[in-house]
């Protein structure tokens, strides 16, 4: 097939996301894989073979995170299917499952952020994590937070037309109760920009990195998505269900959700200091009585 009529069919792909109700980030990320994939073949001769498709899946592996190839490669698979190219998608990388975490916040290190977010006057910032770490919703959802949500005690969201509720927890509900009172919020979504708009992503993560570095927290392990992560594994901590908690993040498979039972080896060197399985080994078997390095 020419480039040209791969070209061509872009602004159709574009418009039938749109027409299915994909969120506007998720298209803006389609379009940007297809567009390097374009690109990329602007080199070669204007013809779409399936060697050119493998050369440019290597060319990504060099330079990108296995997920990041995973993620362009469903986008491009997406669109040529879309075109009925089916014989000309790539496999995506298989990719081992860790089984540490070891980017996860402990909840010492959230209550730093909290506290230093607060004592430096950054109220909008510790609101917003406040509502990410008691609700587990994502960045994108935060604009159904509305002053009638809670008043109500409960938030409909609406992902990719799938509509789920969320129980406001009391404390929560507090806290943006006083927060909306004080800004004088009296309708309609919480945190907004300065326009009235749906705060963006760019904005949140910037705030969430500087109070990070102004307590002395890795601001490496401080960004929306991971408090998504700090409520899942809260949630489990306290013994509730995974069933459940698929629920609460809108999880299509429990699969997906089953990946926060995973644990920091920080958090396995802990539990297994915990385990015994003999007593008194060292008196009873004749073992050193100095600890092991």
């Not at 509900?173 to 300065?194: A, M, P």
Request: charge should be positive; include cysteine.
């Amino acid at each position: 097939m020419l480039l040209n009529k791969l070209k061509g069919g872009l602004p159709k792909f574009i418009k039938h996301l749109t027409y299915n109700e994909y969120a506007k980030n998720s298209i803006r990320s389609y379009q940007k894989d297809i567009l390097k994939l374009i690109d990329f073949l602007e080199g070669k001769d204007g013809k779409l073979q399936k060697e050119y498709l493998i050369e440019y899946k290597k060319s990504m592996e060099i330079r990108l995170k296995p997920s990041s190839v995973n993620r362009s490669i469903a986008a491009v698979n997406k669109f040529l299917k879309f075109m009925e190219m089916d014989d000309f998608t790539l496999k995506a990388l298989r990719i081992q499952e860790q089984t540490t975490a070891q980017h996860e916040l402990t909840q010492k290190e959230f209550d730093k952020l909290i506290e230093s977010a607060f004592t430096n006057k950054k109220t909008k910032t510790a609101m917003i994590m406040l509502t990410l770490a008691y609700t587990g919703i994502r960045i994108g959802e935060l604009q159904f937070i509305t002053v009638e949500a809670i008043k109500s005690g409960k938030v409909l969201i609406n992902n990719k037309g799938t509509v789920r509720t969320i129980v406001i927890h009391k404390d929560l509900q507090g806290h943006l109760s006083l927060y909306c009172k004080e800004k004088n919020v009296k309708s309609g979504i919480v945190f907004t920009g300065s326009k009235g708009s749906p705060i963006s992503r760019s904005y949140i993560a910037r705030a969430m990195k500087e109070v990070a570095e102004q307590c002395g927290v890795d601001p490496a392990m401080v960004f929306p998505h991971n408090l998504r992560h700090y409520f899942a594994r809260s949630f489990l901590d306290c013994g509730n269900p995974l069933s459940d908690l698929a629920d609460i993040l809108g999880h299509k498979s429990i699969d997906t959700t089953r990946r926060y039972l995973k644990t920091s080896a920080e958090t396995k060197q802990k539990q297994l200091a915990k385990l015994k399985i003999i007593s008194n080994w060292q008196k009873n078997y004749g073992f050193p009585q100095k600890k092991i390095m």
